[in-house]
Antibody, heavy 119, light 108 residues
Framework: EVQLVQSGAEVKKPGESLKISCKVSGYRFTNYWIAWVRQMPGKGLEWMGIIYPGDSDTRYSPSFRGQVSISADKSTSTASLQWSSLKASDTAMYYC????????????WGQGTLVTVSS | SYELTQPPSVSVSPGQTARITCSGEALPVQHACWYQQKPGQAPVVVIYKDSERPSGIPQRFSGSSSGTTVTLTISGVQAEDEADYYCQSADSSGTYWVFGGGTKLTVV
C-alpha cells in the first residue's frame, strides 16, 4: 500500500528555520517524483516544486525558487521541505504528493502538515 | 509566470450537469488533470491526461480539451460532488507545474 506520511504540525516564530518531512512507503522511493504543494488558509493549491529522489533533480516554481529548499534522503525514503527564515506569510498547509509514473498528475498525497508562523 | 484560469464558483441543482473550465496558453501542448478537494481533506485526482478517468472515479466525471481550454464535466451531479475543483498542468516547456485558482462547486 502506497503511503506518504508527513511530519506533525509546527508553530514557529518569524525568522526561525524549519524542515518538514514526508516519509513514503509501499513503493520504490527513488523511482517517482515527489512534489510539494502549498495551501494557504482558505485559498487554493499552489505547486511549489518537485524532486526526483533517484538523482535529486529538483525543479521549483518561479514563485518559490529561493524561498524554500526541497531535498530527499534515499536512506530513509523521506522527502523534505525546508525554510531558512520563516515569514508570517508562510502560514499554510503543506502537502507532499507523488507524481504518477510518467504522468502529469499527483496520484498519492500525504495528509498535510500545518505550519503556523506567528510572533 | 504561467497561469491557469478557472471560474471561482459554479452552482448546479442535483441531477443537472456541471461544467468547469480551465484556460491556459500552454494547454494545446500540455495535458491537464483535475482534482477534487473536500474540506479538511487532501485533493484527489478525478481526471488526468485531459480526459482519462482513474479507477474508482464515478463515470459521471469526464474531461475534454479544446485549444487553450480544458473542461471538467460532471453529469447527474450529486450532493456528494460539492467540493473545490482544481485543474493542473505544466508550462509549455514542462519545467514546472501549475494549479488553476480553483472552482467551488455548490449543489443547491
Amino acid at each position: 500500500e502506497v503511503q506518504l506520511v508527513q511530519s506533525g504540525a509546527e508553530v514557529k516564530k518569524p525568522g526561525e528555520s524549519l524542515k518538514i518531512s514526508c516519509k513514503v512507503s509501499g513503493y520504490r522511493f527513488t523511482n517517482y517524483w515527489i512534489a510539494w504543494v502549498r495551501q494557504m488558509p482558505g485559498k487554493g493549491l499552489e505547486w511549489m516544486g518537485i524532486i526526483y529522489p533517484g538523482d535529486s533533480d529538483t525543479r521549483y516554481s518561479p514563485s518559490f525558487r529561493g524561498q524554500v529548499s526541497i531535498s530527499a534522503d534515499k536512506s530513509t525514503s523521506t522527502a523534505s521541505l525546508q525554510w531558512s527564515s520563516l515569514k508570517a506569510s508562510d502560514t499554510a498547509m503543506y502537502y507532499c504528493a507523488r507524481q504518477a509514473y510518467g504522468r502529469l498528475f499527483l496520484d498519492f498525497w500525504g495528509q498535510g502538515t500545518l505550519v503556523t508562523v506567528s510572533s | 509566470s504561467y497561469e491557469l484560469t478557472q471560474p471561482p464558483s459554479v452552482s448546479v441543482s442535483p441531477g443537472q450537469t456541471a461544467r468547469i473550465t480551465c484556460s491556459g496558453e500552454a494547454l494545446p501542448v500540455q495535458h491537464a488533470c483535475w482534482y477534487q478537494q473536500k474540506p479538511g481533506q487532501a485533493p484527489v485526482v478525478v481526471i488526468y491526461k485531459d480526459s482519462e478517468r482513474p479507477s474508482g472515479i464515478p463515470q459521471r466525471f469526464s474531461g475534454s480539451s479544446s485549444g487553450t481550454t480544458v473542461t471538467l464535466t460532471i453529469s447527474g451531479v450529486q450532493a456528494e460532488d460539492e467540493a473545490d475543483y482544481y485543474c493542473q498542468s505544466a508550462d509549455s516547456s514542462g519545467t514546472y507545474w501549475v494549479f488553476g485558482g480553483g472552482t467551488k462547486l455548490t449543489v443547491v
